[in-house]
């Protein structure tokens, strides 16, 4: 049982259901996630993921953004269910980095950014598949990436695949993940923001997505707040100055 990942266009079996668990952290990508899944599915509810972060910034944008989406797409809005909070906070403190811990964004030994959580996703996806299972929902929705990102191992097709057939085995049923943004540029990802729901969620995205692992929110940039330098903001700077420049 592998993973269904699509980017547009929804297959026979996508059309066929009727509910989606978006994985929402409140960035970018989690935001136009969400975007992605009001459009497609008749009702669809949120969760986030406690697990100990350095700043509080990226929680509290959540419900901004929550908020900002059925003003940004009205015609959704009756879609929106229900908001989940999961507490890891013990897993972060196990899965030492420095998004949880006071510690210098860099390359370490293997290559991976100091920001990486290990097994982040993978400990998202097991939490969201119990919570779905009893919520009744019955796909998973995620901004994982391996196009424009920072190397996470568990981003990627190969472990999104891995994990939806280890879900369907654990839980005896078919559990389908949904990753929009696989294939995507950041640039990419702007466009399709901006296709489904024009001005108003690209405007809500720039004021009130939080992506910045520094937990900037003092400087505002065009494409949005954060420090400008860290990894995650220049990836989304790149992003929408390369979607800017096409429009």
């Given at each position: 049982?592998?993973?269904i990942l ?5 297959t ?11 994985l929402?952290?409140?960035?970018q990508?989690?935001?136009?996630c ?18 100990g ?8 944008a ?19 269910g229900?908001?989940?909070v999961?507490?890891?906070?013990g ?7 420095a998004l ?13 950014p100091?920001?990486?959580v ?9 939490a969201a598949?119990?919570?779905a ?17 920072s ?23 078919p ?10 540029t ?15 969620l ?46």
């Amino acid at each position: 049982m592998s993973a269904i990942l699509e980017t547009t266009v929804p297959t026979a079996e996508q059309i066929a259901q009727k509910t989606a668990l978006v994985l929402f952290s409140g960035g970018q990508d989690s935001a136009t996630c969400l975007a992605w899944a009001l459009e497609r599915f008749d009702r669809v509810e949120t969760v986030g993921f406690d697990y100990g972060q350095r700043h509080v910034v990226e929680m509290q944008a959540r419900q901004a953004v929550r908020a900002g989406m059925t003003k940004a797409l009205p015609q959704y809005a009756s879609r929106l269910g229900e908001d989940h909070v999961v507490d890891l906070t013990g897993y972060g403190r196990i899965a030492d980095s420095a998004l949880t811990a006071d510690r210098k964004i860099e390359m370490d030994a293997r290559g991976l950014p100091t920001t990486f959580v290990p097994g982040r996703n993978l400990i998202f996806l097991v939490a969201a598949a119990a919570l779905a299972d009893r919520r009744g929902l019955e796909v998973l929705v995620g901004g994982m990436c391996e196009t424009d990102f920072s190397g996470y191992p568990d981003c990627r097709h190969e472990t999104m695949e891995a994990m939806a057939r280890a879900l369907s085995l654990g839980l005896d049923k078919p559990v389908i993940i949904d990753t929009p943004l696989m294939w995507l540029t950041k640039a990419q990802t702007w466009e399709l923001a901006d296709r489904i729901g024009g001005e108003p969620l690209v405007r809500l995205i720039v004021e009130d997505t939080h992506t910045c692992y520094r937990g900037d929110r003092a400087h505002r940039h065009v494409w949005g707040y954060g420090c400008g330098e860290c990894p995650a903001c220049e990836l989304r700077e790149a992003g929408y100055q390369e979607w800017a420049a096409a429009k």
